[in-house]
Nanobody
C-alpha cells in the first residue's frame, strides 16, 4: 500500500515562493498520474496541476507560468513549485496519486497549509 507524505507548506508573503513536496513510500505502478489539489475555506476542491508517468503536465489556467509540477523518480517525489504567490492561493494543498496498472488505485496525502499574507 502506497503512502504519501506531504511537506513544505507555510506562511509566505504575496509575491513569494514555496515548494511543496509529496513523497511516496512503498512500491507502486509504473503507470500513474499525480495531481496537486487545493481547497480554500468555503470553496470547492480545485485541481491545480498534474503530472503523469509519461512526464506530461497540465495546469489550472490561473497558475500557468507561476506553478511547476515535477517528479524526481529517484526520490519517489513529486513537487509543486509555486512562485509569485497571491493571497487567493491560500488553501490546504493535497497531493493525489492515481495508479492505473494493473488496476486503478487512488491515494491522498494528508494536506499541507499554505497561507499567502503580508
Amino acid at each position: 500500500q502506497v503512502q504519501l507524505v506531504e511537506s513544505g507548506g507555510g506562511l509566505v508573503q504575496p509575491g513569494g515562493s514555496l515548494r511543496l513536496s509529496c513523497v511516496a513510500s512503498g512500491s507502486f505502478s509504473s503507470l500513474w498520474v499525480v495531481g496537486w489539489y487545493r481547497q480554500a475555506p468555503e470553496r470547492r476542491l480545485e485541481l491545480v496541476g498534474t503530472i503523469s508517468s509519461s512526464n506530461t503536465t497540465r495546469y489550472l489556467s490561473s497558475v500557468k507560468g507561476r506553478f511547476t509540477v515535477a517528479a524526481d523518480s529517484a526520490k519517489n517525489e513529486v513537487y509543486l513549485q509555486m512562485t509569485s504567490l497571491k493571497p487567493e492561493g491560500t488553501a490546504v494543498y493535497y497531493c493525489n496519486v492515481v495508479e492505473l496498472d494493473p488496476e486503478r488505485v487512488e491515494i491522498w496525502g494528508q494536506g499541507t497549509q499554505v497561507t499567502v499574507s503580508s
